[in-house]
C-alpha cells in the first residue's frame, strides 16, 4: 500500500497511516516520505512495514555516511538531516508532556532544542562487544534486536582517538590469539573493549578490557606500548566481569598501566572519571545542558541544593560557585569517590557527598536537618520512584530542577509532582547524541505554594 510518512517513532521507524487511520511503523521511512510499503505484522493498535518502494523522498531524506547504518543498532536516523533529526526530537519531548505529563503546548514555557555544533565525533564513550566470526576475533556493534556482531572499528560518531584505540588492541587480540568469551557456554575471557577519551587539546584516554578471569592480562605491557604509540594513553584497565549475564562492566578492576582513572575538564572545573563513574558521552552538549539547569535553579548564594543522583558530581560542582551548599547522592561508589577527590582537587569546599541509595539517603538527611531550597535530579531512565518524589514533596523545596534522558518518565513524574504542588514552567531540550533517536531534557518545575517569584 502506498504510505505519506508524518511522523517518527521513538526507535526511528516512520509512522504512516491507513486510509482508516491505522498507523504503520515503517522501517527506514522518514518524515515526509511517500513509500509503497509492505505490512510485515500487525496488533490491535497499530503495525509494522517495511518498504518496497521509495515513490517521493522526503526533503528531509539524507544519504547515511555510515556504511554499516542498516545493520548496526546504534544510529537509527542518520537518513534524516540534522535539521529533521532536531525537530523530530522537539516534538517527541513536547508530546510526551502533552498526552503523558498532561502539560499540552501553552501551559508552559518550552524554549525549543539546543542542537550539535558538531554531530561528529562527539561520543566521548564506546563499548565495544567483541566475538568470533569466520575463525577471526571481531568486534562493533550489536544488530539491531540481537546480539549478533556487526564489525566496526570505525564509527563516525565516536572520538576517532577511540576508533584508533579500538583497532589496535583488536590487532593485539588477533596476535596473541587471545580467547574471545562465547556468552552461550560461558567460555573464554574477552568480553569487551570500552574506552573513554577525556577531549579537550590533550585527550587523554582509558582503555578498559573486560574480561571473564581474575588473572591479569597477559602482554599487558605490550598492549600500552602499542597504545602509546598512536593515542594519548592515561590508564589502561582490567574489568572483571564473570557474570553469567549481559552487563557489561563488573565491580572490579585492575590497573595494568597507568592511572586508575582519566580527567576532563566541563567549563573551569576538572572531573576525574573511573571505569564504572557515569558520565555524559557528549562534553560539548553537557556544557549546555547543564548551563541550562544552572539557569533554571536561579542560584544566587543564599540556596542548599540537594543533587540527586549526581554521579561524579558534575552538576554538582558545576553548580557549587553560585550556592550555599551543595550535598550530592549517588548509590555507586566508585562515582561518589571521584565526586570527593574532583571536589578537592577543584578547591570547592562547599559541597559534600553521601554514597547509598537515593531515597534511604535523602530521608537520612531530612532526619538530620537539612532542608533545600533547590533540588536537582538527574536519574535513570526509568526515572524517579514514588518514593523519591515523595521525599521530594515531604522537603518542599522551593524549586526542582529535572534533568531526563527520556522523555516519557519525565512526563510521567511532572504529572505525579503535580499532584504534590509542582507546576512545570519551563523546559528545553538539548540534543546529546545526534544520528540516534535519544534526547535530554531540563525541566524547571515550581513549587506553587512557593514565595519565590518564578521569573
Given amino acids: 500500500m502506498k504510505l505519506k510518512i508524518t511522523d517518527m517513532t521513538v526507535n526511528g521507524e516512520g509512522i504512516g497511516k491507513t486510509d482508516d487511520g491505522y498507523p504503520l511503523f515503517t522501517a527506514g521511512a522518514v518524515t515526509g516520505d511517500t513509500v509503497e510499503a509492505v505490512v510485515t505484522k500487525t496488533n490491535k493498535t497499530y503495525g509494522f512495514a517495511k518498504i518496497k518502494k521509495l515513490v517521493l523522498p522526503s526533503s528531509h531524506r539524507a544519504e547515511p555516511a555510515c556504511a554499516i547504518f542498516d545493520k548496526c543498532g546504534g544510529c537509527s536516523v542518520m537518513h534524516m538531516d540534522y535539521e529533521l533529526q532536531l525537530d523530530t526530537k522537539k516534538n517527541l519531548v513536547v508530546n510526551n508532556l502533552a498526552k503523558i505529563g498532561q502539560y499540552p503546548e501553552g501551559t508552559y514555557i518550552f524554549e525549543g532544542i539546543i542542537g550539535a555544533d558538531n554531530p561528529w565525533n562527539y561520543r566521548n564513550k564506546a563499548q565495544f562487544p567483541v566475538g568470533f566470526e569466520k575463525g577471526r576475533a571481531v568486534c562493533g556493534f550489536y544488530q539491531k534486536a540481537s546480539h549478533s556482531i556487526v564489525p566496526c572499528t570505525d564509527c563516525l560518531i565516536q572520538d576517532e582517538s577511540i576508533n584508533e584505540a579500538v583497532s589496535i588492541v583488536m590487532k593485539f587480540i588477533q596476535k596473541h590469539n587471545l580467547r574471545i568469551y562465547n556468552e552461550k557456554n560461558h567460555t573464554g575471557i574477552i568480553r569487551h573493549i570500552y574506552i573513554r577519551s577525556g577531549g579537550g587539546t590533550e585527550n587523554p584516554l582509558m582503555v578498559v578490557i573486560v574480561a571473564n578471569s581474575t588473572s591479569p592480562l597477559p602482554h599487558s605491557r605490550e598492549l600500552a606500548d602499542m597504545l602509546l604509540e598512536k593515542v594519548n594513553l592515561k590508564s589502561l584497565v582490567q574489568n572483571i566481569n564473570t557474570a553469567k549475564n549481559n552487563t557489561v562492566l563488573g565491580f572490579e578492576n585492575i590497573t595494568l598501566w597507568g592511572d586508575d582513572t ?20 557528549n562534553y560539548a552538549q553537557m556544557e549546555k545542558l547543564y548551563s541550562k539547569a544552572k539557569e533554571y535553579a536561579e542560584l544566587n548564594g543564599s540556596q ?16 557549587a560557585d553560585k550556592a550555599k551548599q551543595v550535598i550530592g547522592v549517588e548509590i555507586v561508589e566508585p562515582a561518589i569517590e571521584n565526586a570527593k577527590i574532583n571536589a578537592k582537587a577543584n578547591g570547592i569546599r562547599n559541597a559534600e557527598f553521601h554514597c547509598g541509595d537515593c531515597p534511604k539517603v535523602v530521608e537520612k538527611l531530612i532526619g538530620e536537618g537539612y532542608t533545600p531550597d533547590v533540588v536537582i535530579v538527574d536519574p535513570p531512565r526509568k526515572g524517579c520512584d ?17 534533568v531526563s534522558c527520556n522523555s516519557s518518565t519525565l512526563a510521567r513524574d511532572v504529572k505525579i509532582l503535580r499532584d504534590y504542588g509542582y507546576e512545570l514552567k519551563k523546559c528545553c531540550a538539548v540534543d546529546m547524541f545526534p544520528h540516534s533517536m535519544h534526547v535530554e531534557s531540563v525541566a524547571l518545575l515550581v513549587r506553587t505554594d512557593s514565595k519565590t517569584k518564578f521569573a
Avoid: R
Avoid at 304 to 319: A, E, H, P, R
Fill in 262 to 281: 582519566i580527567s576532563a575538564n566541563i567549563g573551569n572545573i576538572e572531573f576525574v572519571i573511573s571505569p564504572n563513574s557515569f558520565f555524559q558521552v
Fill in 304 to 319: 542548599t541544593v540537594f543533587d540527586l543522583y549526581c554521579g561524579v558530581g558534575s552538576i554538582s560542582l558545576f553548580m
Fill in 386 to 402: 514514588e518514593e523519591m518524589l515523595s521525599l521530594i514533596n515531604t522537603m518542599k523545596p522551593e524549586k526542582l530542577v529535572y
